[in-house]
């Protein structure tokens, strides 16, 4: 197939969702308006110049440009330190080390929000690893969502009968059938933690949400916050690398775990990546924007054909995930083959459903991206389980990722 193939009537539908989302696409631009703002706002206050463009190499000491990108990324994020760097090699190695900063033993690490993020679980304990917190002594509990809200009632209960130092809240469902969480329920359950616990620290793991919303998680009261660069704030031009924002001594702690005990903040080359680093938070907002018009699009026009999607169209949203059930493996599959047909890079290859080290079921994957895995382009994935569930997320251009919507629905066929 050397072209796009995209049935008529179902880009005619594509028009008429348009049409009816047009309010919600423009509460969407003034949203990526006020978040550019914001940027622009860090950029000119400490004076972001060509001379930070050029990297350092070796121990990479005195880094001007470094520098200048944690200062940016604390003034957006209104935290007191920030540490953003290409050596952390993913999301989770970002989200390890702030909670190695953030955590200690024989005291107990609480998760609010139910079990963390799959590949956060070795690095806690729950699955055992020889090098978690939980082998380092660190205690952990988790309890579950009520109806998709935290269960406010067990969370006072447990702070004041445990030892806890640290509550964990994961913002986006990640690939769980949970709701995410909206910066405003953050705000008010970390209210309430303060209230009982006024020295527990509050971690927020803040994947696929930064820009989705006008606040994050640290503005309202969380101590500490970590993510990819090679999701929403990368903005699809940044090629590797993690952040983590909050208090100063929690930083300073985790910056200290990232490298070594008394090295800390100082070392850490650059190597001519500060310039994507700070082209990529620069373009964010709109990447972010098209991600979420792109997410709500799909949900619309999935609604429309008859199909179950999560979260619905007009529903608020607080991360770029959009998941779609098929309810048959074959619709599935042809779904994310049509994605990857329609993506930038390598739209030949044909993705075909293969048992992923680490997962129980067989997974398909669609990711046609610049940047190997990057979730901040147009992305879809699936294990191969009922109720055959599509995991889609990102869009640099909203434009793209439609005709990939378009093609790959075409693919499936009529619902
Ligand atoms: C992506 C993600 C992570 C970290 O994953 P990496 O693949 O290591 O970047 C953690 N939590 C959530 C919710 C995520 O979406």
Redesign the pocket.
């Known amino acids: 197939m050397n072209e796009l193939v995209i049935n008529e009537k179902i880009e005619k539908m594509g028009t008429e969702c348009e049409q009816e989302l047009r309010d919600i696409f423009s509460k969407l631009d003034e949203l990526a308006y006020f978040n550019t703002k914001k940027v622009l706002n860090a950029f000119k206050k400490h004076r972001v110049s060509e001379v930070h463009f050029n990297g350092s190499t070796g121990y990479g000491y005195d880094d001007v440009g470094r520098q200048v990108i944690e200062d940016v990324y604390k003034e957006i994020f209104k935290a007191e330190d920030a540490l953003v760097r290409i050596q952390f090699v993913?999301?989770?190695?970002a989200?390890s080390a702030a909670l190695f900063g953030c955590t200690y033993p024989g005291k107990t690490l609480f998760s609010i929000t139910g079990q963390p993020?799959d590949?956060?679980c070795e690095t806690i304990g729950i699955t055992n690893n020889s090098m978690s917190l939980m082998s380092y002594g660190v205690k952990y509990k988790q309890i579950e969502l009520i109806n998709n809200e935290f269960d406010e009632e067990k969370i006072i209960q447990t702070l004041q009968s445990d030892d806890i130092s640290t509550v964990f809240i994961?913002r986006?469902r990640?690939y769980s059938t949970r709701a995410s969480l909206t910066i405003s329920k953050i705000e008010k359950i970390i209210s309430k933690i303060k209230e009982v616990s006024p020295s527990t620290v509050v971690m927020v793991?803040n994947?696929?949400g930064e820009f989705v919303e006008d606040r994050e998680p640290v503005e309202v009261g969380a101590d500490i916050m970590a993510g990819?660069l090679?999701?929403n704030l990368g903005g699809g031009i940044c090629r590797t690398g993690g952040y983590i924002v909050g208090r100063e001594d929690l930083v300073k702690r985790a910056a200290e775990r990232l490298t070594a005990p008394g090295i800390g903040k100082e070392c850490g080359a650059t190597l001519g990546e500060n310039r994507n680093i700070l082209q990529g938070l620069f373009l964010a907002p709109q990447s972010v924007k098209n991600a979420v018009k792109s997410a709500i699009f799909t949900a619309r026009l999935l609604e429309k054909m008859g199909y179950v999607v999560s979260p619905k169209s007009t529903e608020e949203r607080t991360d770029i995930i959009q998941s779609i059930e098929f309810g048959e493996a074959d619709k599935l599959i042809k779904f994310i083959q049509g994605v990857q047909a329609a993506s930038p890079v390598d739209s030949f290859v044909v993705p075909m459903p293969w048992a992923m080290p680490g997962y129980t079921d067989e997974v398909i994957m669609a990711a046609g991206t610049f940047i190997s895995g990057a979730?901040i382009e147009l992305s879809a994935d699936a294990p191969i389980k009922p109720p055959y569930l599509a995991y889609m997320q990102g869009g640099l251009t909203y434009e793209s990722a439609k005709l990939a919507i378009l093609n790959a629905i075409s693919n499936v066929g009529e619902n």
Do not use: A, P, Q
């Open positions: 993913n999301g989770t190695h989200l993020y590949t956060l994961g986006s990640g793991d994947c696929y990819s090679i999701k979730s």
